[in-house]
């Protein structure tokens, strides 16, 4: 008997869906990101935290290995030709985001998908952000409340949006997306 192959058209023609839905969502945050970061920079990690929205729904939905970088790759595509400019940086935030969906979860042995485990990585992810774009975009010279709320917001933003992803994975679990097989 042939093994399922991890990778099946199904598991692709899920992962695109999500990576094609998230990577509009992923290009209009590329085209905000200047106007944002002129006008309220401590909204920025708001637009940052969209982009953890393709690994958590694939993650969701699908419950395999491998799913989250997959679907990220896939929206950093889509987002590049929706916003060129922020083409290098979409990958990156694909790879970077999607491995630490990965890593969490092969941290458990891709057994637990429990909703904790989707907000570990969004603090990680968080993190991550708030100390990068902060020492990157210079924002020590923002006053004090600024630099706190910002901070706050960077590493907040990827747990709410997990919560979004969250809630649309469970969704399309129970639309059927997965239905008939794996």
């Known amino acids: 008997m042939a093994r399922t192959s991890v990778l099946s058209t199904r598991v692709l023609l899920v992962c695109a869906a999500i990576g094609v839905a998230t990577g509009i969502l992923g290009g ?5 990101t200047v106007p944002l970061l002129g006008f ?39 987002s590049s030709a929706t916003a060129p400019q922020y083409a290098l940086q ?17 941290a458990t042995r891709y057994r637990s998908w429990r909703a904790w485990r989707f907000f570990v990585s969004a603090l990680v992810i968080g993190v991550i952000i708030a100390a990068a774009v902060f020492f990157a975009a210079h924002l020590k ?7 706190v709320a910002y901070l706050a917001v960077s590493v907040l933003a990827p747990v709410a949006w997990t919560a979004v992803g969250l809630w649309v994975g469970i ?12």
Request: hydrophobic share 60%; glycine share 16%; charged share 10%.
């Open 90 to 106: 979409f990958l990156g935030t694909a790879v970077l985001f999607g491995g630490i969906q990965e890593v969490v979860a092969a």
């Open 141 to 147: 010279t923002l006053p004090i409340w600024a630099q």
């Open 28 to 32: 209009i945050a590329g085209w905000a």
């Open 171 to 182: 969704g399309l679990r129970r639309a059927g997306v997965v239905r008939g097989g794996r």
């Open 40 to 78: 309220v920079p401590p909204l920025y990690g708001l637009l940052l935290g969209v982009h953890v929205l393709p690994g958590i729904i694939a993650q969701e939905v699908l419950r395999r290995p491998g799913v989250a970088l997959l679907a990220h790759l896939l929206a950093a595509l889509v």
